[in-house]
Structure formats: structure tokens, C-alpha cells
């Protein structure tokens, strides 16, 4: 073989040598690219996952109304677990936590799940802490639950425009418009003996009505 097959068989082993070794880095339960996470609040506990927790306050930054708490609850378990509350730290909010349907606990089924926020899905509504609840900022957020107990997460908090527009808590109530006040009605005159007397009819002169009783019409006088 000559020198310069030689050198063109060493190069060609170098490059699929450098291209299998690029392939086991992205290969493998601690591949490079596993690492890379979603732009979204995670965590995970025990046999709970909670994934793209988020804070969403009004669509109009000059509105007062709630703020709400969008989360999705995986529950890995053997057994159910309810979501006992939602607070959050540093502020003076309270969570009221309500079913997709009905009333009663909030409870995330084993091997299931629950999303929180949304249309027809359970719902986490924020009254209050709406000076510590800045857009674009983060806030702890701890959900209790009944066996795992406390689940710590550090969530973004975001208006609820675009994506988050169908997540978002509603308006809040607008003012009701001043109504003019009515004017007081007509009460009948009273007669000096104390008997109520009915406003007298308004229409031609008293003269006319007699003229026209008698039966006939006025007409010019003749010369």
C-alpha cells in the first residue's frame, strides 16, 4: 500500500471514530440533551409531579380583580391524595380551591391527574396579595397535600394575555352606573277638610266644555 493510501485510510478512521464518540454523548439516560428543560415552573416529590405552575394575574395590568393559580398535578401513586391548600408566601392572598365539577375536596386520583386553570378544569383563585403579585416577576407557591404534605414551587407570574388568555381568572366586577334618582311622585291635593281632591283635567277652558254640552258650535257672530 502506498503512503498516501495509508494517510487516507488513518483519516477516514479518525472521522467515524469522532462521530461514534459524538453519538454516546447524545445517547443514554444522562444524555446532554435530558438536561434541557422547559421554560416553565416543574418540580417533583414523592409520587407527585407538578408541571407549568404559574401565577396569572388580569389581563389588564390596571384592573382590580383575582389573580389565579395554573398547575397540572401528576399523581404517580397507589393511592388518591387531596390538595388540601394553596398559600403563598410573602403575601396576604388567599386561595380558594374549587373542582372541575361540583364542590367538595379537590382530590388528585391515583396513576391520574389534575389540571388546575382553565375552562372545565379545576380552578385556584387568588383574592388579595395583588402588590407583591408583579408581572414578570416569580412567586413561591406551596400546595398542601394530604400525604405527601407540603410541595414547594417558585412559579412566574404573567397577565393573562396569549397563551395564558383561556387560564387566566375573569374580570373583576365592573361598578354598577349611577342611576339618576327618580323624581318624587304627584300625591293628590288635599282639601281643606282633609279630603284628597283630584288634579283638575287639563283642556279646553270651562267655557268651551259648556258651549260644547249645549250643543252646538261657536261660530262668528252675525253683523
Not at 64 to 83: I, K, M
Not at 126 to 143: M, N, S
Request: net charge negative; hydrophobic share 35%; aromatic share 4%.
Amino acid at each position: 500500500m502506498s503512503r498516501s493510501l495509508r494517510r487516507g485510510a488513518l483519516a477516514g478512521a479518525a472521522i467515524v471514530f469522532s462521530i461514534a464518540s459524538l453519538a454516546a454523548c447524545g445517547a443514554g439516560n444522562n444524555a446532554q440533551t435530558l438536561g434541557v428543560r422547559p421554560d416553565n415552573a416543574a418540580t417533583a416529590v414523592d409520587s407527585l409531579k407538578l408541571q407549568n405552575g404559574t401565577v396569572i394575574t388580569q389581563a389588564d395590568g390596571d384592573a382590580e380583580g383575582p389573580a389565579a393559580v395554573a398547575v397540572t398535578v401528576f399523581n404517580d401513586g397507589a393511592s388518591a391524595q387531596t390538595l388540601e391548600s394553596i398559600t403563598l408566601p410573602g403575601t396576604d392572598a388567599t386561595v380558594e380551591l374549587s373542582p372541575a365539577t361540583g364542590s367538595g375536596p379537590l382530590t388528585v386520583p391515583a396513576g391520574g391527574r389534575v389540571v388546575i386553570g382553565g375552562n372545565r378544569n379545576a380552578s385556584a383563585v387568588v383574592e388579595g396579595g395583588g402588590e407583591a403579585l408583579q408581572d414578570g416577576g416569580t412567586q413561591e407557591i406551596v400546595f398542601r397535600f394530604s400525604e405527601t404534605g407540603d410541595v414547594r414551587l417558585l412559579a412566574f407570574v404573567v397577565p393573562g394575555t396569549g397563551y395564558y388568555q383561556g387560564f387566566g381568572p375573569s374580570s373583576g366586577p365592573e361598578s354598577p352606573a349611577e342611576t339618576p334618582s327618580e323624581s318624587p311622585s304627584e300625591s293628590p291635593s288635599e282639601s281643606p277638610s282633609g279630603e284628597a281632591t283630584s288634579p283638575s283635567p287639563t283642556g279646553s277652558p270651562a267655557g268651551e266644555a259648556e258651549t260644547e254640552a249645549a250643543g252646538g258650535e261657536t261660530g262668528p257672530e252675525a253683523g
